[in-house]
C-alpha cells in the first residue's frame, strides 16, 4: 500500500501540475515535443530503453508461482493476473507520462548532473515537507517488498525442485510447523552473498548483480513462452476442460512473444553495462543443463518423469 499510495499521488499531483492547479500557471505539454521530439533518439532508443524497461515488469509470474497456496487458484490465479496486468498498465505508464511532460528528458538522461529524483522533485514542487526523505521510504519499502516476495519464489521454487528430484534431497525438508526452512536458509544465504558483493564492490555491484538477474528473467519468461506453446496442444488432445484463461491470438502470440524476448536477449550485448547478462548467464545456463542431463541419467529419469513427480509433491502449505 504505502508504493500504491505513492504512485497515485505522484499521479494525481503530477496532473495537477502539468494543467495548473490555483494561481500556478499550469507546465503543459511542451516537454512531450521538444528537446528533439518525441523521440528524440529515433526508435532504436526506444528498443535499446527495452532492456532496462522489461526489468520493471518481470516477477508477474509469481501469481502463477502462488497457485499451490490459494484456496481456489482456478478462481483466483487468473482474477489476480487481470489485476496486476491492469494496475501495471496504469501506475507505470501513468507515472512515466506525468513524469516525462514535467521533468525534461534531457535532465535527466545518463551523463547529466542529477540533484534530485524526479519523484522528489514533484512532491517538493506542491510543497510537500521532506519530500526527499519521503520518497527515501517509499523505496526502502519497495525494495524490502520485492525481496521479500523473490525470497518467497526463490524458496518454494528450490523446495519443489529438491522434491521432485532436480536439487538436493536436503533442501526438501520441512520443520515441524511445515516450513521448509533448508530452502529458505538457502535462499537466504544467496541474498547474503549479494550483499557482500554490494559491500566489497560498492561501485559496480548492481550493474552485475542487475545484469546477472536481468538474464535470468528474460530466460524464464522466454522458457514460459516456449511452454506455453507445447502446453496447448497437448491440454487439448488429453481431453483437458476449457481453460479458465486464454492467451488472446494463441499460437501467434506466444510466437511474437518468445521471438521478442529472444531478440531483447541478444540486444544486451550493445546496450552499455549490459554485456555482463550474457557473460555470465550463458555459462550459467549451460553448466546447468549439463548438469540435469547428467544427474537424470544416472538416476534414469527422463524429462516427462521429473515433471510428474514435481507436480504430485509440490508443497501446500
Known amino acids: 500500500m504505502v508504493k500504491v499510495v505513492a504512485i497515485v499521488l505522484f499521479i494525481v499531483l503530477g496532473v495537477g501540475l502539468l494543467v495548473g492547479v490555483g494561481l500556478r500557471p499550469?507546465?503543459?505539454l511542451e516537454n512531450f515535443t521538444a528537446h528533439g521530439g518525441f523521440l528524440p533518439t529515433g526508435w532504436k532508443g526506444v528498443w535499446m530503453a527495452m532492456v532496462f524497461v522489461i526489468f520493471s515488469f518481470m516477477g508477474t509470474e509469481v501469481v502463477a508461482v502462488t497457485a499451490g497456496e490459494a484456496m481456489d487458484p482456478r478462481t483466483a490465479v487468473p482474477r489476480a493476473m487481470r489485476r496486476t496486468v491492469g494496475r501495471l498498465i496504469l501506475f507505470y505508464l501513468g507515472a512515466i507520462t506525468v513524469l516525462i511532460g514535467i521533468v525534461p528528458w534531457t535532465t535527466i538522461q545518463p551523463g547529466t548532473s542529477i540533484t534530485a529524483s524526479p519523484f522528489v522533485s514533484v512532491f517538493q514542487a506542491v510543497g510537500i515537507p521532506g519530500a526527499a526523505h519521503v520518497v527515501n521510504l517509499?523505496?526502502?519499502?519497495?525494495?524490502?517488498s520485492s525481496m521479500n516476495c523473490n525470497l518467497y519464489m526463490a524458496t518454494r521454487m528450490l523446495f519443489s525442485l529438491s522434491r521432485g528430484g532436480y536439487a538436493p534431497a536436503s533442501l526438501g525438508g520441512v520443520s515441524?510447523?511445515?516450513?521448509?526452512?533448508?530452502?529458505l536458509l538457502a535462499s537466504a544465504a544467496g541474498l547474503a552473498l549479494a550483499l557482500v558483493v554490494a559491500w566489497l564492490y560498492p561501485e559496480s555491484a548492481f550493474q552485475y548483480l542487475f545484469g546477472v538477474s536481468l538474464f535470468g528473467g528474460l530466460f524464464v519468461w522466454f522458457m514460459i513462452f516456449v511452454t506455453h506453446l507445447a502446453f496447448r496442444p497437448k491440454w487439448s488432445a488429453g481431453g483437458g476442460a476449457r481453460l479458465p484463461v486464454r492467451?488472446?491470438?494463441?499460437?501467434?502470440?506466444?510466437i511474437i512473444g518468445a521471438a521478442s524476448i529472444a531478440a531483447i536477449m541478444i540486444t544486451l550485448w550493445w546496450v552499455e553495462g549490459m554485456r555482463i547478462a550474457l557473460i555470465a548467464g550463458i555459462p550459467w545456463l549451460a553448466l546447468v543443463t549439463i548438469a540435469y542431463f547428467l544427474i537424470a541419467r544416472r538416476r534414469g529419469h527422463d524429462i516427462g518423469?521429473?515433471?510428474?513427480q514435481l507436480q504430485t509433491t509440490a508443497p501446500s502449505a
Do not use: D, E, K, N
Open 26 to 28: 499550469g507546465i503543459g
Open 138 to 144: 517509499v523505496v526502502i519499502t519497495a525494495a524490502a
Open 176 to 183: 515441524r510447523v511445515g516450513a521448509p526452512l533448508p530452502a
Open 247 to 254: 492467451l488472446i491470438g494463441y499460437p501467434f502470440t506466444s
Open 305 to 308: 518423469t521429473g515433471a510428474a
